[in-house]
């Protein structure tokens, strides 16, 4: 278990340097992240190099035991070098160069940019690569934050089009994978294609994805520029960066691939709740099937929603405790003192501008007293999970850019109701990849696969033909991998598999619903669907539930296949209770049972390793709560038994150690 803070020194005098070392070290604090944005300090002209004051940093949180987890700088680009080649600038959509007064506001693809970057790293990799302080590396900061993964500049205008050269090799076969010949798009030259940009109307969706999946891997190139330079330099020192779940601009599983960890920014998002963190955490940990860190989440209020509310009190160890619950092994605050200057000065902080220790700073003390306490116990656990979602980055963009109904754009309507029908019956979820492996898992939920490889085809059949259990949601198999409409019948390389045709699709606005009869999943029933409804005619599938009412009426909506050693329920709806009928007769059939029964508001996760099982009790409401357990347990944060009519205060943890 990492405990760790965010700092700027460069913000404050040599005097507070030791003052709050020592104060980090008090509060159960192990590891400081520095140096992120401290490009101007570490080079304040080009090539002439300013470590001395961030080796008296790193020494003197030494002294205190404490270890440093770089950031390198390169997310606030010093004026000196934008002065110099302002062509870094980033290009927006609509042309609009940004401004360098911020941060995060250069081109990623720019060659200047690019240079300048490999030379402050390598000064740093060369530097500290072999400091016994120095545990690992962040690069940058937050790929992707304020919108700045696709750029529009001219650079990128090149770029991609030596990207599409590489991809398809000859313009001919570039216009028949998008299709070009629709509205006489066809291109004859190559400097013809540029990034889409505003135009009268529609781009075309297989223009609009090649560059998206572009620009994701141009960001993706540029973190590998760094993970080289910090290889060929560093001795037994990790590398992550720290990723904010919700930023679908970029790929993250293949941005995860060359780093040794995954860490996420923990903050909640207006109109968020705790069920999509857990969400978030699960994708997180999915990207590796390791554990994670998170490297930033805030210990009070933030600065940056319309209404910024205070955290109650305890809400954030609560979130910490959270994060772990869902397989963290290191917990960061952000930040250690108070800004006085710059955007971010009302953010919440360990210390306040002040610098006076006081609440926060006692109960982050309190949490890291719990973390030394149970981190024997903990160490080497982990969340084993039977049940996987998957999640495909090119379907979501395909949707993003066409979603046909606007929710199907946002994956909290699409995948948080399935994950939700699972977290409410606190069983353990692991997102992957549609290629991975997936023979670990008893039952494979895939709720929208709407551009799909036959790679993926392949593997979910052999998932299936062994035995899996396979649930595909709505519009799946449409797309081809150039975002063009498949000529198979739908679900299109899935058809066979899913032992059914869909002969019909339509989307519904919010305020209108379908009705769906069970006939037998479930039992019986009827269950509103919302957003969207397939009719589907039935091959070697059999009907599982079918519309009432309507045009429809009879139509089949769900239906059920056996393949091979396993079985696919294709759900041709969405509609959240229905979801939650689905899981439930699902498990029921597989005799699968979440760890727990927990009231609403309250989540039980389990970690299980060496030293045993470990239940997670987090009540996430600000009330007080029942949970009745199956035996008495030992609590090993409180060191009491837990009775098995457990009372939970608001926003309580209990750790039970199940033996
Ligand atoms: C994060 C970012 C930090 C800080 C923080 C404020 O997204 O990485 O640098 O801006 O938000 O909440």
Not at 395 to 421: C, F, G, I, M, T
Request: glycine share 6%; with cysteine.
């Amino acid at each position: 278990m990492h405990y760790g803070v965010a700092y700027y020194p460069e913000q404050w005098s040599e005097e507070t340097w030791s003052r709050d070392a020592a104060l980090m070290a008090q509060a159960g604090l192990t590891v400081v992240r520095l140096a992120e944005f401290a490009w101007t300090r570490l080079e304040p002209r080009a090539g002439h190099f300013t470590f001395e004051w961030l080796d008296q940093v790193i020494d003197c949180l030494a002294e205190h035991q404490l270890k440093i987890v770089l950031g390198t700088p390169t997310a606030g680009p010093p004026h000196w070098l934008v002065t110099a080649h302002p062509d870094m600038l980033f290009v927006t959509a609509e042309g609009r160069h940004m401004s360098p007064q911020s941060r995060r506001f250069i081109c990623l693809k720019n060659n200047h940019f690019r240079a300048a970057s490999e030379r402050i790293v390598t000064a740093l990799a060369q530097r500290y690569g072999r400091h016994p302080a120095v545990i690992g590396w962040q690069i940058d900061n937050e790929f992707g934050c304020h919108n700045t993964v696709r750029c529009y500049c001219t650079q990128c205008q090149l770029g991609f089009r030596e990207w599409l050269q590489v991809r398809y090799g000859s313009l001919d076969h570039l216009n028949k994978a998008w299709g070009t010949v629709f509205w006489s798009q066809e291109y004859n030259e190559w400097e013809q294609i540029a990034p889409p940009q505003p135009t009268a109307t529609y781009h075309n969706p297989g223009h609009v994805l090649d560059f998206y999946r572009y620009s994701a891997a141009t960001v993706c190139d540029y973190q590998q520029m760094q993970i080289t330079i910090l290889r060929d330099y560093t001795h037994n020192q990790f590398i992550c960066h720290n990723f904010m779940a919700g930023f679908d601009q970029l790929d993250h599983s293949q941005m995860s691939q060359p780093l040794d960890m995954v860490t996420w920014d923990n903050y909640i998002d207006e109109g968020m709740d705790w069920s999509d963190v857990s969400r978030f955490h699960d994708m997180i940990r999915g990207l590796k099937h390791q554990p994670f860190w998170i490297m930033e989440s805030p210990p009070a209020q933030v600065n940056w929603t319309r209404y910024n509310p205070a955290l109650r009190h305890g809400e954030a160890r609560l979130r910490s405790w959270h994060a772990i619950a869902h397989g963290a092994d290191g917990l960061f605050y952000f930040h250690w003192r108070a800004f006085r200057s710059g955007a971010e000065q009302l953010h919440s902080a360990i210390l306040p501008h002040d610098g006076l220790p006081g609440r926060i700073y006692d109960e982050t003390a309190a949490l890291g007293q719990e973390l030394k306490q149970v981190q024997p116990l903990l160490t080497g656990t982990s969340i084993r999970a039977k049940v996987a979602i998957l999640t495909d980055i090119a379907s979501h963009w395909s949707l993003q850019h066409q979603p046909h109904n606007e929710a199907l754009s946002d994956p909290s309507l699409y995948v948080q109701p399935w994950y939700r029908a699972l977290l409410q019956r606190n069983m353990a979820v692991e997102f992957c990849q549609p290629h991975e492996d997936l023979k670990a898992y008893q039952l494979v939920i895939a709720p929208l696969l709407h551009v799909l490889t036959n790679q993926t085809a392949q593997n979910l059949k052999h998932y299936v033909n062994q035995g899996g259990t396979l649930i595909l949601g709505p519009r799946t198999g449409w797309r081809e991998t150039s975002n063009t409409m498949t000529s198979l019948p739908l679900p299109g390389l899935l058809a066979d598999l899913a032992g059914v045709r869909v002969t019909e699709w339509a989307s519904l606005p919010p305020e209108q619903v379908r009705y769906v009869h069970a006939t037998s999943a479930g039992g019986s029933g009827s269950y509103e669907a919302k957003l969207w409804y397939e009719m589907l005619e039935l091959h070697s599938a059999t009907a599982l539930a079918r519309y009432a009412g309507g045009d429809e009426h009879n139509a089949v909506a769900i239906a059920h296949n056996n393949y091979g050693q396993g079985s696919v329920t294709y759900v041709g709806v969405l509609g959240d209770i229905l979801i939650d009928a689905i899981i439930a007769e699902t498990l029921n059939v597989l005799q699968m049972d979440g760890i727990l029964s927990t009231p609403d508001g309250v989540e039980a996760s389990m970690r299980e390793g060496p030293a045993g099982k470990f239940l997670f009790l987090l009540n996430h409401t600000a009330h007080e709560q029942r949970v009745t357990l199956p035996a008495p347990y030992y609590d090993i944060l409180t060191n009491e038994w837990l009775t098995t009519e457990t009372q939970l205060a608001p926003f309580a943890i209990r750790i039970a150690q199940i033996r």
